[in-house]
């Protein structure tokens, strides 16, 4: 598996970053920024660019960004090949805090730029519902080169609706829960109505559709694995998608995936899967407000 396999998504501002990535939540468990947990991450994250993942998914809430730098600087892979996307930690949404925050963010890299910077959650119930001043501040990061393109997670219509006409300013990218259980259209409708790239975040699901029959079916007609087929599906969807693993042959197995291509029935009866918001594994954006211990 090359890089030259992984296909690219340009993003409205012109960018390109690969379809496909490598998700770090939870890698390892835990979220302390131990040294043992960084060094486990570095070996992890190492691994994911030694088998040709060139794409990074991290957050500052996942308390690895020191790990994941770690595994860039050893990896001696040229920058300009890497794609690196981290986000604003819940406890970050003031203006002074996104800049501070921000600053953090490079130094644990060890980048002099980040590639794409996300607001993690909106938190409309929190910050006084003042999510436009956090957006502001973001977009503004851009304005010295130390970051490339910036965008939202979790954000529902109405969200994307407020920071686009409060600024002007689309975000490059929205980040939401999308698999084949949930396929969130509202909100993928609404990304895609403003000209935002999808990014799916679970895209497995977490590993819960993973034993899906139907999925098995599918996966045993075409000699690929469940994994693959799910992935493929999204592929096929335009999602961008970093799914996450700290296994070797599963992630070789999750670049494996553009060597084949799922028919318009097989696409069809993979959205049939869909449950509506019964089959959100995440919490809803409209009301989650968990602000980790650290930042209160
Ligand atoms: P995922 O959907 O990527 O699933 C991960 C699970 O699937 C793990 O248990 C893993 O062992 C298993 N798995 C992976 N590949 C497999 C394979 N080939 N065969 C069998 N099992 C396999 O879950 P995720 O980690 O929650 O999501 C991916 C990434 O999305 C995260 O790591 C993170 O970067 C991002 N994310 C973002 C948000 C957000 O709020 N923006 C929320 C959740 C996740």
Do not use: C
Request: charged content about 25%.
């Amino acid at each position: 598996m090359t890089t030259q396999t992984i296909p690219t998504v340009t993003l409205n501002n012109e960018s390109t970053i690969p379809q496909l990535g490598f998700g770090t939540l939870n890698v390892p468990p835990g979220r302390d920024p131990t040294p043992e947990n960084s060094a486990k991450t570095a070996e992890i994250v190492g691994l994911a660019l030694e088998l040709g993942f060139r794409h990074i998914d991290t957050a500052q809430m996942y308390g690895n960004e020191r790990g994941v730098g770690e595994a860039i600087a050893a990896s001696g892979i040229p920058r300009e090949e890497l794609w690196v996307t981290s986000k604003l930690g819940n406890g970050n949404h003031r203006p002074d805090d996104v800049r501070r925050s921000f600053d953090e963010t490079l130094e644990k890299l060890q980048l002099d730029y980040l590639d794409l910077f996300l607001i993690h959650w909106p938190l409309p119930t929190l910050y006084k519902g003042d999510y436009v001043s956090t957006w502001k501040a973001m977009t503004e990061l851009r304005e010295d080169g130390r970051l490339r393109s910036v965008g939202v997670s979790n954000f529902q219509p109405a969200h994307l609706e407020q920071i686009t006409e409060a600024t002007g300013v689309v975000p490059a990218v929205n980040q939401i829960e999308v698999h084949s259980y949930f396929r969130n259209d509202a909100a993928r409708e609404a990304t895609r109505r403003h000209g935002i790239a999808v990014e799916a975040w679970s895209p497995l699901g977490q590993g819960h559709v993973l034993d899906d029959a139907t999925i098995a079916d599918i996966a045993a007609d075409r000699d690929k694995t469940a994994a693959q087929v799910i992935l493929r599906w999204h592929i096929q969807h335009d999602h961008i998608v970093f799914p996450k693993s700290m296994h070797r042959e599963r992630m070789k197995e999750n670049l494996a995936i553009f060597g084949f291509e799922l028919t318009s029935d097989e696409m069809a009866t993979i959205d049939g899967l869909d449950r509506g918001q019964e089959g959100r594994i995440g919490p809803n954006p409209d009301h989650f407000d968990w602000i980790p211990e650290q930042t209160r």
